[in-house]
């Protein structure tokens, strides 16, 4: 049995695992996205600008604080508030996770335990804000070892100069978390950057015809200078910054599940009541077939998404765990928006009726968090002990 919000979409009932704790924000927060977010969506997409109007009433409903579900959250709660905004927007699970997701995973993951212990309170309320900054303009696919943002240490300070490109989330945040390779021993490490640090420049990248409300950012820094206490303290290589990937992928394997699940009641409530030959669209053979292939996509994800859950929560996940998450439900998004748009004929190249906007901003979800080929190397090498990356 399914929980209540999602009879149409879990039908293998994934949700029944929540807690009545754990449902109850997630009920508030289905609330705030139907009253204050969704009228919205199409004109600031089409503007592509983000409303920041609405975060407020996000930040209100304390998703990230713990107390109301008894400790740290369990990783199903975490996948099911990420699911939720993605079946919402996908601009807007990006924005919101730049913040739970990459930002405080950065924190805690690369931070000593007394630097998180100092920031998460501050991280969970929006107090402190940030942003994750690894990929560069002529490193995506290659950071790993091409990774060329310099840091130099000079006396308590560092300098870092390098850029950064396609930072989702950045004109807004108090912190860029930049990566950067130590001069001295090679090694990639990581900094609190103040956004407005002398040095740092950033670029609105235009012309998106992705995940258009999302501002993404093309940075430069030049010299900008970073006290030693507002370097991670725990990032002492590249593995280290895995570790964080590790985690953001599995959240993004939730979003590409939340996606389908958007895509999917948009396009049953359209062939509902849209008829041709005198009768619904959703009567005709060929149109259930297609419903049932969305419903399997997304229920696939979902059960892969819950499965993946209980392993982070048991701790015995690993690298290609959440790297076969993120590539296979990301694979199962591109087939299901791309159904939900064939369904819904011509309106479905229209911002009218929402799956438009889940078909075109699939493309960046289906890029960012590694590649669809990236992650598939993450498991063959897991699976043959071979690297086949370059
Ligand atoms: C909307 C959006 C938001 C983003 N947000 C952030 C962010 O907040 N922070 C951040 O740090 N980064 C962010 N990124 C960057 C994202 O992670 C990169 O786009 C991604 O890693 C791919 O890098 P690239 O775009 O440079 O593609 P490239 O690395 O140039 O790859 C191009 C193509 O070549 C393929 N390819 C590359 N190498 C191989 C290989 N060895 N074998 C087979 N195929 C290969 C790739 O799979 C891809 O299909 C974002 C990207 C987008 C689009």
Known sequence: MPADLYTTCDP???????????????????AVLDREVKPLLAEYWEAGEFPYQVMPHLVELNLMTPDAIDGEPRSLYHGFRVFELARTDASLVTFYTAQAGLFRTACRVGGTPEQFAAWDPKIRTFEMTGVF????????????????????????????????????????AQYLVVFARDEADGQVKGFLVDREAPGTTLEKITG??????????HITLEGVRVPESQRLGNVNSFKDVAAMLRQMRSDVA??????????????????????????PLGQFQLVQEKLARMLGNLTASLSLCASLAEQQDAGIYRDEDSALAKMWTSLRMRETVALAREVVGGNGITLET??????????????????????ALVVGRALTGKSAFA
Not at 12 to 30: F, I, K, N, V
Not at 147 to 171: E, N, P, S, Y
Not at 208 to 217: D, H, S
């Open 12 to 30: 293998y009932g994934a949700s029944d695992r929540l807690t009545e704790a754990e449902l109850a924000p997630l009920r508030a927060l289905r």
């Open 133 to 172: 900054s690894l990929t560069e303009p002529e490193h995506g696919s290659d950071i790993a070892g091409g990774l060329a943002t310099a840091a130099r240490r000079d006396g308590d300070t560092w300098v870092i100069d390098g850029a950064k490109r396609w930072i989702g989330g950045a004109f807004t």
């Open 208 to 217: 998106k015809t992705a995940l258009r409300m999302m501002q993404n950012a």
């Open 254 to 279: 939730w979003i590409a599940t939340g996606i389908q699940a958007g895509a999917f009641e948009a396009a049953l409530a359209y062939v509902t009541q849209r008829e041709q030959f005198g009768r």
């Open 354 to 375: 929402d799956v438009a906007r889940f078909h075109a901003d699939a493309e960046a979800v289906y890029s960012y968090e590694g590649t669809h080929e990236i992650n």
